[in-house]
Nanobody, 120 residues
Framework: QVQLVESGGGLVQPGGSLRLSCEAS????????MGWYRQAPGKQRAYVAS???????NYTNSVKGRFTISRDSAKNTVYLQMNSLKPEDTAVYYC??????????????WGQGTQVTVSS
């Protein structure tokens, strides 16, 4: 059984940095994409960043230039380095792995979420 285990959240002051990690436990293969989403209080879960096989990387506009996504494929781990954090970055952050089960069939795994709070 595959589980995504996140770590690295916490409380940080505006302008500070945090690094989130998400590691897949169990047997997982054919990972098509690793990514991060976030859900702020009272809002829907929203896309933050993703990295695909071949290292194609995308970010939502609000984090470009401040966040960096990276991965260690050998460890089935994805990271999110967050710099210059703002109060509006406060949210529960979820990692997401999309696995290519077979041609035309993708499956999503989700982490349990880790709280990031940006406040003075």
């Amino acid at each position: 059984q595959v589980q995504l285990v996140e770590s690295g959240g916490g409380l940080v002051q505006p302008g500070g940095s945090l690094r989130l990690s998400c590691e897949a436990s169990g047997s997982i293969s054919n990972i098509y994409q690793m990514g991060w989403y976030r859900q702020a209080p009272g809002k829907q879960r929203a896309y933050v960043a993703s990295i695909r096989s071949g290292d194609s990387i995308n970010y939502t506009n609000s984090v470009k230039g401040r966040f960096t996504i990276s991965r260690d494929s050998a460890k089935n781990t994805v990271y999110l380095q967050m710099n210059s954090l703002k109060p509006e970055d406060t949210a529960v952050y979820y990692c997401n792995f999309i696995v290519d089960l077979r041609p035309g069939v993708l499956y999503h795994y989700w982490g349990q979420g880790t709280q990031v709070t940006v406040s003075s």
